[in-house]
């Protein structure tokens, strides 16, 4: 069985409803929020299985920290245009650090951004 190489993310939050909003917002979707006793997570919706990966908001006091080094996670931008979710991501509690950029006619086009809890992710579109 061929599968992507990713299974599943986490992205580190410190203020869960904060967090929740920005990534709501930004990629116009709806997060489902789980309360494991200490461990909150907010979970991005499967649209499409066979394309993408699985993952999380995730707040603990013990675990992972958000930070602006490291990994980073491409967001596909559900529009089809990037500029659409990069316009709400100021207005969301973040910033634009590397505005549209072209990839290649192939793979299109990323953005980088911090989130409002200070992750540093980027966005992802064909077009």
């Given at each position: 069985m ?12 410190t203020?869960m ?13 709806k ?31 013990n ?7 490291g ?12 500029n659409?979710?990069l ?5 969301a509690g ?7 950029t ?25 077009g």
């Amino acid at each position: 069985m061929q599968s992507n190489a990713v299974g599943w993310f986490e992205v580190p939050v410190t203020d869960m409803e904060r967090a929740i909003k920005f990534y709501e917002t930004v990629l116009d979707i709806k997060l489902d929020r789980n309360q494991m006793g200490p461990l909150d997570m907010a979970w991005f919706p499967m649209i499409d299985e066979s394309y993408g990966s699985a993952g999380s908001l995730v707040c603990h006091p013990n675990f992972q920290k958000p930070s602006a080094e490291g990994v980073v996670i491409y967001f596909t931008a559900r529009s089809g245009e990037l500029n659409n979710e990069l316009s709400r991501v100021e207005g969301a509690g973040g910033k634009v650090l590397q505005p549209k950029t072209k990839i290649s006619d192939e793979y299109g086009f990323m953005a980088l951004l911090i989130d409002s809890e200070g992750n540093r992710v980027a966005l992802h579109s064909k077009g």
